[in-house]
């Protein structure tokens, strides 16, 4: 069996496996991600050694669906399947007393299937099946606790505000088809001129939404209302990175003036989101609004030309921020909650875990040697060296900065304060999980080299990029220890913590006019319907008036001329009785009859 098949189906077929069994969840859970896991090393074994899996299955005419396993996807769903195999060793602990262990379970195998999917897919109609599988996945996560307040509109807000977007790469894409006469991602990638520069702005758009980029960045934050292990999936290396994958991916082909909008894209989510994390009053939701600001420098270094750079901050950031996330889980289980004012002291409850949480607010904030700084600093590097330098390296430092400022605020309220230990129940399988992905956020940087050698690239090094964003960050981590939120943001404060809506923000420009929309739709509608069915009652109305004088007047006097004739006929066959001196008689009266209406007819 191909190893594509098995890192897609093995998650895949453990989640159905689970729901037909409804038992042992987590067990088999662990056992269908574990041997997805082996199949993707399997898969960047083989890119190493210059071997490219591929599967091509039927689709539609001329189009036929690939699965491709390249240096870049092997590598993607490789990561795909540590963070979470991670992940869901934390979860065992995490959900040991939640009641609905099976279907979360079991949706979390589909999301990480269809991941797999997306990032192993070679053409653009299964990427977008595998796109919109990751939605609903995320949708079912973000609202698992569906009876709990707010949930469910924090659901239905985070698929409104993705599904929007995705029309974007829903136009892209058959844009792209129809101008290469090809499916296929790689074909396409050689378009170029205005379609490709209509494609990149449509693509950018979708990953916009994905990715969760200003101003479409509000709904992130909010989809802290799923359990702890999907905050850290979405936000590591599933959802939110497919945005930053699909323009990693399709790099080659941007022009260098959609190249410009993607970096100011990035750049802008950069500062506002990192802006919006240090006025935050909620770890998650600080950890929520950072992971904009990161892949927004994504962004920025995409649009500096140099996807490379972009793929090693998302590897390290994917160990980072799942980390963090799943340091704050144990946090909120320690505390009941996230809020920062129940959070005062907590690092001290769990000294071991607060040990990892701040190893990984290091090295997101770029400290060396560990893998943020690595990341970052070929970021700042790639912004340095292109054509809009100033402009993208100003971001860049901005965005390092605010990491270090908001990172540092965080760790100095978990630590400041009492202690108030408690028992956390599974806390072995959440450390043994929050463990093996701190790991990786320290060592990650070490194998850039490799990658670099397996993807045929090279970053060149740049000692002022590496004093800059040293400088940046040390500085973002005094600001943000010592100096207070409040100082710190000044003015733009109350800004930060509304989440810089302008006159109300997407909700007033976009949603609520969206919505408005549809309840004016369904209104038409059923006045639609109210009127079609008066027609209908009409139409049956005069149907049965119709029925009715056919059947009493036309019927009716057809019958009764029916039966004047068959009389009229049994009278006259009564004169036919064979008896010559009748017949005579009655020839006689008819002749003289007719004589007499002629006569009368003469004389007149």
């Not at 996807?73 to 979860?91: D, P």
């Not at 058959?174 to 090809?182: C, M, P, Q, T, V």
Request: net charge positive.
């Amino acid at each position: 069996m191909n190893l594509i098949t098995v890192a897609i189906l093995a998650p895949l077929s453990t989640a159905v496996l689970i729901l037909l069994l409804r038992r042992l969840p987590a067990t088999l859970a662990l056992l269908g991600i574990a041997i997805g896991l082996l199949a993707s090393i399997g898969l960047l074994a083989n890119a190493f050694n210059g071997i490219t899996n591929e599967i091509i299955l039927p689709g539609l005419p001329d189009l036929p669906l690939r699965l491709v396993a390249t240096p870049l996807t092997a590598l993607l769903s490789t990561l795909v399947a540590v963070v979470c195999n991670l992940v869901m060793i934390y979860a065992v602990g995490y959900m040991k007393l939640d009641g609905e262990k099976l279907r979360f379970f079991a949706t979390l195998l589909l999301f990480a299937a269809a991941m797999q999917t997306l990032v192993l897919a070679g053409d653009w109609i299964l990427l977008l099946a595998a796109w919109e599988l990751i939605g609903l996945s995320s949708y079912l996560l973000i609202g698992f606790w569906y009876r709990r307040p707010g949930v469910t509109s924090a659901a239905t807000r985070a698929f409104l505000y993705t599904r929007s977007a995705d029309l974007g790469l829903y136009i892209a894409v058959f844009i792209l088809i129809a101008s290469a006469g090809s499916s296929d991602i790689a074909t396409t990638l050689n378009t170029g001129g205005g379609t490709a520069v209509v494609a990149g702005l449509l693509l950018l758009v979708a990953a916009m939404g994905k990715s969760a980029q200003t101003p479409l960045h509000d709904w992130l934050q909010r989809a802290m209302a799923g359990p702890t292990p999907v905050s850290a999936l979405l936000h590591s290396a599933t959802l939110v990175a497919a945005g930053a994958i699909l323009l990693i991916r399709t790099a080659p082909m941007l022009p260098p003036d959609t190249l410009l909008v993607i970096g100011i894209v990035g750049g802008i989510t950069t500062v506002v989101t990192g802006l919006i994390a240090l006025g935050e009053r909620d770890l998650k939701r600080l950890l929520a609004a950072s992971t904009s600001s990161q892949y927004g420098l994504m962004l920025v270094a995409v649009g500096a030309g140099v996807p490379l750079a972009a793929l090693l901050h998302l590897i390290a950031h994917a160990a980072i921020k799942s980390s963090l996330f799943l340091g704050a889980g144990v946090f909120q289980h320690s505390r009941d909650g996230t809020a920062f004012t129940q959070l005062e002291g907590a690092g001290r409850d769990q000294p071991h875990c607060f040990f990892g949480f701040a190893l990984a607010a290091l090295a997101l904030a770029g400290i060396p040697p560990l893998s943020g700084f690595f990341s970052k600093d070929a970021i700042i590097a790639a912004s340095l060296a292109s054509p809009n330098a100033l402009m993208l390296t100003t971001f860049a430092l901005a965005g390092t900065l605010l990491t270090g400022a908001y990172m540092a605020r965080a760790l100095h309220i978990l630590w400041r304060g009492n202690s108030q230990k408690h028992d956390i129940v599974g806390l072995g399988w959440m450390g043994a999980g929050l463990a093996g992905l701190v790991t990786l956020a320290v060592i990650l940087g070490a194998a850039f080299p490799s990658l670099e050698t397996l993807l045929n690239e090279s970053l060149s090094g740049n000692t002022l990029a590496q004093v800059l964003g040293l400088s940046a960050a040390l500085s973002g981590l005094t600001l943000g220890w010592f100096i207070p939120m409040q100082r710190l943001l000044g003015p733009l404060l109350p800004w930060a913590q509304r989440g810089f809506a302008i006159a109300g923000g997407v909700d007033t420009w976009v949603v609520r006019p969206a919505f408005a929309i549809a309840r004016s739709c369904e209104q038409l509608e059923r006045g639609l319907y109210a009127a079609v069915l008066g027609v209908g009652r009409l139409g049956l109305g005069i149907g049965r008036a119709v029925r009715y004088s056919d059947e009493r007047g036309i019927d009716g006097l057809i019958f009764s001329l029916v039966r004047g004739t068959v009389e009229l006929g049994s009278r006259a066959r009564a004169l036919q009785s064979g008896l010559i001196h009748r017949e005579m008689a009655i020839t006689v009266v008819g002749t003289a009859l007719i004589l007499a209406t002629l006569l009368v007819a003469l004389l007149i």
